[in-house]
């Protein structure tokens, strides 16, 4: 499966930015799909991941509550709702899937997209 992520840019705090991972190939909804973070200098971040069919989700404590991460498998896409947007949550935002994996080992997922960058200014 190939990812594409897109959605990113730059809002003033307490704004909100909605991402999105398009994904190319077959049996999308076979695929747990995670979204994680990297701020310049900082090791990877786990913020949120997704079930094959939605049903689960599963929040870093850092962005319960403001963000929201769902899916339309007719559509094999995967968004990241993100509201009420700090200038932590400044970052590359990256989306992952794997078969197995369901969880925030960034490690464990096999397939990337490229990332899409999120600035929140002060």
């Known amino acids: 499966v190939q990812l594409q992520a897109s959605g990113g840019g730059l809002v003033q705090a307490g704004g909100s930015l909605r991402l999105s991972c398009a994904a190319s190939?077959?049996?999308?909804?076979?695929?747990?799909v995670g979204w994680f973070r990297q701020a310049p200098g900082k090791d990877r971040e786990f913020v949120a991941a997704i079930t094959r069919s939605g049903s689960g989700t599963y929040y870093a404590d850092s962005v319960k509550g403001r963000f929201t991460i769902s899916r339309d498998n007719a559509k094999s896409t995967v968004y990241l709702q993100m509201n009420s947007l700090k200038p932590e949550d400044t970052a590359v935002y990256y989306c992952?899937?794997?078969?197995?994996?369901?969880?925030?080992?960034?490690?464990?997922?096999?397939?990337w997209g490229q990332g899409t960058q999120v600035t929140v200014s002060s």
């Open positions: 190939g077959r049996a999308f909804s076979s695929y747990n």
């Open positions: 992952a899937a794997d078969r197995g994996t369901y969880g925030s080992s960034w490690y464990s997922y096999d397939y």
